[in-house]
């Protein structure tokens, strides 16, 4: 009895044991036909480009790490795209873009030089491949897509109408409407070809393409730095994004200011809001407060961007173009303005001002500011609250009725001011 017993035992050890060297061997196997796959996309980018190991002129972009095929991960393709073109995270010519777990995984080299572009898009099939049979494998069925175009800005910004042709027909796989894969590629690559701050190229890497939006962004975190500094290890930012827009990508990415952390909060204001924003703040963008822990208070201000400015400077787009999907005018003007606005890097006081300093002297006012409900600026006295402006009645009013409506806007106007003098 005692014998059979031992022997049952001992055959389960030996299968858990058979098992688990299987599961291990069939993870390493994984591991290096990822690797492998990644090797191959550079060597047959190096033919197709064409480009030799460790040129600087050379940028690599790709979803690996961040598509899942299969519940698989796709990291370990990055090493075998860094080992044999010898693009690397570190020298800033491999990068690493944001697209959603479900989206196809792709690489795109690009030559500074010839400004061709080498997109390839990998046949999911392949990742349940041996070793083996991965090398046994022609290139066609490696990957589904092995183009190249020429995608440099002069020629996009010369020659429109045949990229928007190529765009249509998902020429780099499309995607997700309108920041599809062909604007992502167009617009990183030619913003790290001019030679964009590395700083701008990581968060937008997050953003998945670069746009005169997220290239305000940069601006704002540039503005901040010079006309609110973080001053004491006590000190960090507290941001009201209102209203959001691409910019806010990039902000929270730079200034470690997010959701999460809960001091990145945004508010987005309906088109009637929008109408009661005075001349000066009408592209406003953020409440920014430099928030003091040791003290509990903070100095804040709100800032604005001036895209009429921006337009007018940078030249032949409007801001109609932003919206115009169904002509090229749409990516067109964002490429152009992108390469322009790179010129600014440096001085964000040219597109940025200021609507408003204030003080906040405690967490009260602080969290009053960032709670639900409640709009920032009208609670800092930049615009007015729904409802106080001058409305017209049809009717003409008895003299006891004029004299409550005077009464009631009398109180509005003193209530508005008052607001106005404390925040100060
Ligand atoms: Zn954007």
């Not at 050890?13 to 291990?24: D, G, H, K, R």
């Not at 001036?306 to 003007?333: E, I, N, P, Y």
Request: glycine fraction near 6%.
């Amino acid at each position: 009895m005692m014998k059979r017993k031992a022997a049952v035992v001992i055959l389960a050890i030996f299968l858990c044991s058979v098992l688990a060297v299987n599961a291990l061997a069939q993870a390493t196997d994984d591991q290096e036909l990822l690797y492998l796959l990644g090797s191959r996309t550079s060597e047959v980018a190096m033919k197709e480009l064409p480009f030799d190991k460790d040129d600087p002129n050379i940028l690599v972009m790709t979803s690996a790490s961040y598509a899942i095929i299969d519940g698989q991960n796709t990291d370990r393709c990055i090493d075998g795209v860094a080992d044999a073109s010898g693009c690397t995270v570190g020298k800033g010519n491999l990068l690493l873009v944001h697209r959603s777990r479900d989206k196809p995984l792709w690489f795109a080299f690009f030559s500074k030089n010839t400004k061709e572009c080498v997109y390839l898009e990998v046949n999911n099939a392949v990742l349940g491949k041996s070793v083996d049979e991965f090398n046994a494998l022609a290139d066609g069925e490696v990957f589904t897509k092995i183009v190249k175009e020429n995608i440099g800005a002069d020629k996009l910004l010369n020659e429109p109408e045949a990229w928007d042709e190529k765009m249509k027909a998902k020429v780099f796989g499309g995607g997700a409407k309108p920041f599809n894969n062909e604007f992502t590629m167009m617009t990183i690559a030619n913003a790290w070809a001019k030679g964009a701050p590395p700083e701008l190229i990581r968060a937008n890497q997050f953003h998945n393409h670069i746009c005169p939006g997220s290239a305000s962004g940069y601006l704002f975190v540039k503005y901040i730095d010079k006309n609110l500094p973080l001053e004491k290890p006590s000190q960090r930012y507290q941001i009201i994004a209102i209203k959001p827009w691409c910019k806010d990508d990039i902000m929270q990415w730079i200034l470690e200011a997010t959701i999460g952390n809960k001091n990145y909060i945004a508010k987005d204001l309906t088109p009637e809001q929008m109408k009661q924003l005075p001349e000066d703040a009408k592209d406003v963008a953020n409440v920014v407060i430099r928030w003091d822990s040791a003290t509990g208070t903070g100095k804040g201000i709100v800032i604005a961007f001036d895209w009429d400015t921006a337009f007018q400077m940078c030249g032949d787009v409007s801001r109609k173009d932003l919206k115009a999907f169904d002509t090229h005018r749409w990516w067109w003007m964002r490429l152009k303005m992108n390469q322009w606005m790179l010129d600014y890097m440096d001085s964000p006081e040219t597109l940025i001002h200021t609507v408003k300093e204030f003080d906040v002297d405690g967490p009260a006012e602080l969290n009053k500011l960032k709670s639900a409900g409640v709009n920032p600026l009208v609670e800092l006295g930049v615009m007015p609250a729904s409802g106080t402006t001058a409305t017209s009645t049809e009717e003409t009013p008895s003299i006891p009725g004029l004299c409550i409506i005077a009464a009631i806007a009398i109180a509005g106007v003193v209530a508005y001011a008052a607001r106005r003098r404390k925040i100060r």
